[in-house]
């Protein structure tokens, strides 16, 4: 504080450059009128800071809440009040859903941002790679064509999809995305096709990353198996569990089978 100060203004005040904020507040020295504004705004503020001290209580640490300073520390508020925060995606409850499992999410939420590294993607920082799709080799890879406009994806896709969706089936990425981020069907059904689009994405992702290490690909029969075995293991779960609104969720799958 002191530091905007002249010798001369020190003087005036009667208090040393070096001095702690408790010894200028205990200077009682008589106030003076000074002729520079800055003498007079100092006076000021000691003279406030002296009124507010209550010398009977020791001096506690707070912490800057949202309703004011409080004694209790909170991580979430104080997370919320330094960091600049964003509007909520309207897709996030949908790709993060109660019971969804985490593996399979984690790679939608990377699918729904177009962050997974598709060769499309890794071609605008390594030249010359390959960028076929390992999967059809028919087009390059991209996620809309993986997801599921590639033939061998599609029959997934299908296998899993077409028993629910009937006259809304797609392969179109962005409707697929306002399908189940919407809820035109019923809770079990929302859950059977949320949770069968997930489950495509991770096995076609898998799938693609196997092939591109070196191994030999799958027959399409099998790899429909797998998956649509793990979404019937998933809905067993859920029906012996008990969970409302999901307790039909494996009559209803084995009803949209065609
Ligand atoms: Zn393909």
């Not at 080799?137 to 997801?147: G, S």
């Given at each position: 504080?002191?530091?905007?100060?002249?010798?001369?203004?020190?003087?005036?005040?009667?208090i040393?450059?070096?001095?702690?904020?408790?010894?200028?507040?205990?200077?009682?020295?008589?106030?003076?009128?000074?002729?520079?504004?800055?003498?007079?705004?100092?006076?000021?503020?000691?003279d406030?800071?002296?009124?507010?001290?209550?010398?009977?209580?020791?001096?506690?640490?707070?912490?800057?809440?949202?309703?004011?300073?409080?004694?209790?520390?909170?991580?979430?508020?104080?997370?919320?009040?330094?960091?600049?925060?964003?509007?909520?995606?309207?897709?996030?409850?949908?790709?993060?859903?109660?019971?969804?499992?985490?593996?399979?999410?984690?790679?939608t939420?990377?699918?729904?941002?177009?962050?997974?590294?598709?060769?499309?993607?890794?071609?605008?920082?390594?030249?010359?790679?390959?960028?076929?799709c390992?999967?059809?080799?028919?087009?390059?890879?991209?996620?809309?064509?993986?997801?599921?406009?590639?033939?061998?994806?599609?029959?997934?896709?299908?296998?899993?999809?077409?028993?629910?969706?009937?006259?809304?089936?797609?392969?179109?990425?962005?409707?697929?995305?306002?399908?189940?981020?919407?809820?035109s069907?019923?809770?079990?059904?929302?859950?059977?096709?949320?949770?069968?689009?997930?489950?495509?994405?991770?096995?076609?992702?898998?799938?693609?990353?196997?092939?591109?290490?070196?191994?030999?690909?799958?027959?399409?029969?099998?790899?429909?198996?797998?998956?649509?075995?793990g979404?019937?293991?998933?809905?067993?779960?859920?029906?012996?569990?008990?969970?409302?609104?999901?307790?039909?969720?494996?009559?209803?799958?084995?009803q949209?089978?065609?």
């Open positions: 504080m002191f530091d905007l100060l002249d010798e001369r203004g020190i003087i005036d005040l009667g040393r450059k070096e001095a702690t904020l408790e010894e200028a507040i205990m200077n009682l020295r008589r106030r003076r009128r000074h002729r520079s504004d800055i003498l007079q705004e100092v006076e000021r503020i000691l406030s800071v002296r009124s507010n001290i209550q010398g009977e209580r020791d001096d506690v640490s707070n912490w800057k809440r949202r309703s004011g300073f409080r004694g209790a520390f909170s991580t979430n508020e104080t997370w919320m009040m330094i960091r600049e925060p964003n509007v909520q995606c309207d897709w996030s409850q949908r790709v993060w859903f109660t019971k969804a499992t985490p593996k399979f999410a984690f790679i939420w990377l699918a729904m941002k177009d962050r997974l590294s598709t060769m499309d993607r890794i071609m605008k920082w390594s030249q010359g790679v390959d960028t076929a390992v999967l059809c080799k028919a087009a390059i890879e991209t996620r809309n064509h993986l997801f599921f406009e590639c033939s061998y994806a599609s029959q997934l896709w299908e296998y899993l999809a077409k028993g629910i969706l009937l006259g809304t089936y797609s392969i179109n990425w962005s409707l697929l995305v306002r399908i189940v981020t919407s809820g069907l019923d809770k079990k059904g929302m859950f059977c096709i949320r949770y069968a689009f997930q489950a495509a994405i991770y096995a076609i992702w898998r799938e693609r990353n196997r092939i591109r290490h070196g191994e030999k690909p799958l027959p399409i029969a099998m790899l429909q198996k797998l998956t649509e075995k979404i019937r293991n998933k809905l067993s779960l859920m029906s012996t569990r008990k969970r409302r609104g999901l307790e039909t969720a494996l009559q209803f799958w084995f949209t089978r065609l």
